[in-house]
């Protein structure tokens, strides 16, 4: 199943990052607790991994997975409040295949507390021009993340 994530995810971000590269490709386990695009509630479909995919360029996507698509919460800058990540959202990417990705600008955030100190709790909210809501709740297993470009 792992390996079909991050080939997912490789291709979800083939189109946005073609400048960038890759420096960290996390695989985080746990359950997903909501996964929403505006009033629709994907939470059923939503897999019990997370991706995080650091770039060269300082971008950070964390990638969620639901009914055959892929959810990208996108963002450049990020603070460190107490023992969590916040992390500022710019785009929400949705993808099916490689030829059927969607880059959508919003504003919003996540926040990340540390999934190397145990169960973590990870959230995003975003929001579009058009006022569409984009938000995702998950909660790791406790057990550490699993650096994909390390193994």
Same mark, same amino acid.
């Given at each position: 199943m792992?390996a079909v994530?991050v ?6 971000t083939?189109a ?7 420096v ?20 059923p ?5 997370l $991706?995080q ?6 971008? %950070?996507?964390?990638?969620?997975? !639901? @009914?055959?698509q892929? #959810?990208v919460?996108s963002g450049?800058?990020?603070?460190v409040v ?9 785009q ?9 990705? $969607?880059?959508?600008p919003?504003?919003?955030?996540? %926040?990340y507390?540390?999934?190397? !100190? @145990?169960?973590?709790? #990870?959230t995003?909210?975003?929001r ?7 938000k ?16």
């Amino acid at each position: 199943m792992r390996a079909v994530l991050v080939l997912a995810a490789l291709t979800a971000t083939a189109a946005p990052a073609l400048a960038a590269s890759p420096v960290n490709m996390l695989t985080i386990n746990g359950s997903c607790e909501g996964l929403w695009l505006d009033t629709n509630d994907l939470t059923p479909t939503c897999g019990d991994q997370l $991706m995080q995919m650091v770039y060269d360029d300082g971008r %950070v996507g964390l990638y969620a997975f !639901a @009914g055959g698509q892929i #959810f990208v919460f996108s963002g450049g800058s990020d603070s460190v409040v107490g023992d969590e990540i916040h992390q500022d959202v710019d785009q929400i990417i949705l993808g099916k295949s490689e030829t059927d990705i $969607m880059a959508q600008p919003v504003r919003g955030s996540c %926040v990340y507390e540390n999934p190397y !100190a @145990g169960r973590a709790l #990870f959230t995003c909210e975003a929001r579009d021009d058009q006022g569409w809501a984009y938000k995702l709740t998950f909660r790791t297993d406790g057990s550490p993340p699993v650096d994909e470009l390390a193994e």
